[in-house]
């Protein structure tokens, strides 16, 4: 297909690499340095899409980030990705795109019935339409909603891209690369300042690019090229284009999305897709620009309809010509530098302008290129469905407020000029009290709250002499205070033309007998009458109408329908706009990509995983592995078919039987050092530590200043000051901070040091009747008899040639042991244990054994306390000093801590012993009372035991110390399960101990 | 993100830190009697100041240390920072 609306030579394209791509399934030609729009235009492509609520056919209105409604779906190397600018897409050999918002298709919208059912989707029509009858909403409002109201499908694959992030610090940011941003950047660079200045188009130069003026001798696009490679050669400046700097957050924090690959066919080797780049800033200068402000007139939301300077910037960097009878309709003098540039390429547009009589330089100009000007004259209504056919036009009166006689003009399209915004999203959002700005009817930024300067058009500077001027300025003055350098830039000669007042004319009036729908906000078809509607249905804060119009919301954030839509509201309100205000801009500015905002934090790098020294040994023995916190733990060991319960069961039997083997390297382990290490302890703790010997280990519980227990382990006196402290696998880090705490601000005269040795230590729990003799065989110059190594006791060993801590503790219940040897040597630890354990028919065991193995003794464990629980409630209490103050104690004190029915824990058994009972399941007393039926406990921990071969489960149940030998129901309604239960003593197998003494 | 003079290591951002809450707050002393009135004013009762407000940050990534930070809770604006030990001017 030919592109029939390029023209033959200029623009800043390469027109020696012609591109193919498809749009809607059609195969068309573009250039290299094509947008997606501006190749489709260049092909006579105007309807691109649908709009969201009324589903009318919609075309491109601007030309780049300022585009309300050319969003498309992005097909790219096998990936898809919606919301995507068309304005914004750089053009690559084999892009795919389709249209969004419109179902069956782009031609033929079912959802356009909406246009002429008016009654349906008027403001608030969320509100109010859908809500009744109930009934309808899940089978035929929502449905309906959800497949009329797309902006697009995300992929449901994983994301093959890689996305980084960056942090960077640099004395000056600058957000925006046209003359004000260049400007400020070179002085602020020969100043010796670390600049970052950031463009999010691909090319620089911003609005030099389109526009006709002379810098120093040169064209304002030639000095801008100059001005870049020299800023590109200084080592203190970095220079980054495809850049949106899209939020301003606090401490002069920012955050910028770098497109790196979104413009080749697939991302190179070792690329990422994008980089999200977390900038602190000394300093930042906002120079942002301006976007072009419609006019509201009746449908003019037609394809064919866009922003004056859109076309401007697809004649003069594409080379395209969105019409060849354009008809141009402006309120200020820009909408003539458009009409220009049209002639000189040999079309003849039409200027409709608003005002009576203006006179300026440019003016001038287009009179003498013979252009046909019509002064107070406006568009009352685009005519055309899928493309601008003609426009009604008509004279206007001088108030503005009466139409003459309709007549029709042929065109095919119509270029609008309202005049400029500033774009002071960044300002605002950085907390800017902004300013109303009567000269150019737009806000401004005022009294700066953090570190930060806006410059140029964005500023509401309109003339390049005076933003250069400026910006050069600005630049050496924030530049010198950092760098205190002080070099002079000469500032170079301008020629630009000068222009004459803007009208303050922002909306058409509607004849008589016409009811056009007249749109403010494009992206959210929000119309006049909408806005029209809130405010008779009593909406008055501008938030309020925005929310409820939709007005200035999501992608769009109110770019180009902002201001007009303060025009409304203080009209129709009586109200000047400053008094209105305006809503909240929020970042980001512009659509950022999830896959940019979650960076390589996916799948296993969402966090660390943390593995044992010997998880190794693991993996070739079949273990199967559990998350524990950040760390792998094997669950089980599988061997053949085995279930998780047929395993789990096999090795807890084993440690009761003969002997266990477990990694128990995960375990926190802090070492305590210093003069004052017992007396922390015994203000830590809640039992007492000042007595323990050296060569000792006493299990200790510590609370929170609450009453709640917080953690629980042994800790072992190595030496005089030295005592090595474990905690649960989960607490470790929250213990540490803890201690910390208490060491540094609470009792900084205690001379005590903690630091984290979880590292330093490999675990291995040997466990089982048969682990002493184990023991023997592995340290076969140590006394580890009953006598020699007392229950809790420590001593150290050498395990041939290996400098090796053995504990006598006990998790499991049974006579068993805790060697530990640096980190290093722990597999070589775990091999000889297996080795020389092979007589005594060891085997590893995992997680799930070794909580059978705890549950079935009543020992209580995460599961138990769970930051809800009393000393008390965990049958802890006996570990609660009355001698001493700790950490917590006061607090046992509250009433409900001390009351007769306290919860508690204890045993539970099913009564036909043989059903499971689910975790967290309630207790109740009559399983068919009426709801709420009242909840006694909960199950917190559930095993099979392997001692009596059925199911035995611990729980937290109220007054649990009358309760042993009751019957009650577990529920499940999780789970559908109601399981008659004997409540037993927690501690199932071997209430008196002897094992772990024997 | 805030950005953070920790007063061993200089400014750091936010994700460095872990906060500690109201840093006037103080332990009633060991073995002292306390009403509950006290006690609850020590462990739960807590005011929300719009403004300045010095509070306890643990420089968890860096030196560890807890400091003691006084900020705006409004404008997030950092005036100083203290080491824990240090006499709060
Ligand atoms: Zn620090």
Redesign the pocket.
Known sequence: MAQSYRIETGGLINRNKKISFKFNGVTYFGYDGDTLASALLANGVHLVGRSFKYHRPRGFFGAGVDEPYAVVQLYRNGETEPNIKATEQELFEGLEASSVNCWPSVNFDIGAINNFLKIFLPAGFYYKTFMWPKSFWYKIYEPFIRKAAGLGVASTKHDKERYEHKYEYCDLLIAGSGPSGLASAYSAAKNGAKVILAEDKPRYGGSLLTSDVNIGNQSGKDWADGIISELKEMPNVTVKNRSQVFGYYDHNMLVMSEKVSDHLPETKKYHPNKRLWYIRAKEVLISSGSIERPIVFGNNDTPGVMLSSAAKEYLKVYGVLVGKKPLVFTNNDSGYETAIEFKKHGVDPIVLDSRSNPQSEIIDEAKNLGINIKNSYVVVAAQGYKKVKSADVATISEDKKTLGKIENINCDCICVSGFWTPTIHLASQSGNKTKFNEEIDAFVPGVSKQNETTLGAANGVFTLEETLKTSFEKGKELSKKITEKDNEVSIPNVVEKKYSKHDKFWCVPLPKGKSYKRFLDFQNDVAVSDVEIALREGYRSIEHVKRYTTLGMATDQGKTSNLNGLQLVSEIENKVVPSVGHTTFRPPYTPISIGAIVGREVGKHSKPTRKSPIHNWHEEHNAVFVDAGVWLRPRYYKRGNETLIEASKREAKNVRTNVGVCDVTTLGKIDVKGPDAAEFLNRVYTNAWLKLPVGKARYGVMLREDGIVMDDGTTTRISENHYHMTTTTAQAANVLSHLEYYLQLVWPELNVNVVSTTEQWAGAAIAGPKSRELLQKLFPKTDVSKEGLPFMGYVEGDLFGVKARIFRISFSGELAYEVNVESDNGRFMWEKIIELGEEFKIQPYGTEALSTLRIEMGHVAGSELDGRTIPYDNALEGLLSKKKDFIGKRSLQRAAFVAEDRQRIVGVVPLDKKTSIPEGSHLVKDANAPLPNKKLGHISASCWSVEHDNPFSLAILKDGKNMIGEKLFVMSPLKNKVIPVEIVSSHYVDPKGERVRS | MLHIK?P??GMRSQNEFSYGGDATVKRPELNKEVTDQEWDNFVYNRVSPRGKHLELWQ?LS??R?WIKVERDTASHEIFKTYKANEEIA
């Open positions: 920790c061993h290591c420089h860096g030196c240390q």
